[in-house]
């Protein structure tokens, strides 16, 4: 009867889990941060992962690590994974 009692406990714990999934796309800029900040402490959101991309100032690669400062600094509870991406927002320059 135990064992039920426990079965029953770890599935209705597992179904319980009705957090939204997202993927943040940033260039990592203070209203971003202040944004992945706040959504980290959203209890109906699950962030999957977090990618970065280069604005008109930074590339990917500097702004990944700004994102990987902040998840240390919140002491993140569970792992996200953070990738960059392009170093422009914007390829086709024209566009402008």
């Not at 957090?19 to 959101?45: K, M, S």
């Not at 970065?52 to 509870?77: Q, R």
Request: with cysteine.
């Amino acid at each position: 009867m135990n064992l039920v009692i426990i079965i029953l406990f770890v599935i209705t714990t597992i179904a319980a889990d009705h957090r939204r999934p997202v993927i943040i796309d940033t260039d990592a800029d203070v209203d971003d941060l202040f944004a992945i900040a706040y959504l980290l402490n959203v209890p109906t959101i699950k962030i999957l992962a977090i990618t970065t991309v280069g604005n008109a100032f930074t590339t990917p690669f500097y702004t990944a690590p700004i994102v990987l400062t902040l998840l240390s600094k919140l002491n993140c509870e569970y792992g996200v994974p953070v990738a960059y991406g392009e170093r422009s927002i914007v390829k086709n320059k024209l566009f402008w």
